[in-house]
């Protein structure tokens, strides 16, 4: 069956722009984890959604970063007033419900800001 | 909270040796350790999981080994092959409630033809 799903693959910015990137997981999986991975280094936690609501958030570096899960599936992180130090691969997992499943990851958005 | 520390951080073999990678972890409560694959530019992908009522779990040439006293885990490759050159990281499975993954900071493993 199909993976997970990230768009833009790459989305080059300027700094102090607002960004959005989309996450669609594997059909049927409640849990949607985002991570941000900087070369080099292993994915770090942003925020974790079981279904609708955003159960851990404590990853998020600051109220610039917010993400939604409106109807349980596709999910969205939004980055306001963007700085170069925001530019890593900000990957996405979905698993079956969370507790110790596998989380199975998508391929990434790179995203620079210049 | 979780935290995993992993060695080496670069590993060169010659074709048909074994590798061997070594994570340590913080939290006792973790139950679940998951080892990904990325090669440059891709999706970390699953090699391997296991789980903390189970000591070793192998699947061809790729086998890991845990150890919950000591806190800590391997993975093995065995006989290995040009395509296994990648980054491998290791993660602990956090029992906050989220089971957010932490991760190590990688081992980049080359195997030399």
């Known amino acids: 069956g199909a993976g997970v799903s990230q768009t833009p693959s790459n989305k080059v910015t300027e700094k102090g722009k607002y960004v959005e990137l989309r996450c669609d997981p594997i059909s049927g999986h409640t849990a949607l984890y985002w991570y941000r991975q900087s070369l080099g280094q292993g994915p770090e936690f942003l925020i974790y959604?079981?279904?609708?609501?955003?159960?851990?958030d404590s990853g998020l570096p600051n109220d610039r970063f917010f993400a939604v899960r409106p109807e349980g599936s596709v999910s969205t992180l939004k980055i306001q007033r963007t700085e170069r130090g925001d530019s890593a691969v900000y990957l996405c997992?979905?698993?079956?419900?969370?507790?110790?499943?596998?989380?199975?990851f998508g391929p990434g958005t790179r995203l620079t800001v210049l | 909270g979780e935290n995993v520390e992993q060695h080496p951080s670069t590993l060169s073999v010659q074709e048909g040796d074994s590798a061997v990678i070594k994570c340590t972890y913080s939290d006792s409560a973790s139950n679940y350790f998951p080892w990904y694959k990325q090669e440059l530019g891709k999706r970390p992908q699953l090699i391997i999981d296991?789980?903390?009522?189970?000591g070793e779990k192998k699947d061809q040439r790729i086998a890991v080994t845990l150890n919950k006293t000591a806190k800590h885990f391997s993975l093995h490759i065995t006989e290995t092959q040009p395509e296994d050159s990648a980054v491998y990281f290791c993660a602990a499975s956090e029992d906050s409630g989220t089971y957010k993954y932490i991760f190590g900071t990688g081992t980049r493993l080359k195997v030399l033809a």
């Open positions: 296991i789980r903390s009522n189970v």
């Open positions: 997992a979905s698993s079956l419900s969370g507790f110790e499943d596998t989380q199975y």
């Open positions: 959604f079981q279904g609708t609501g955003a159960a851990d």
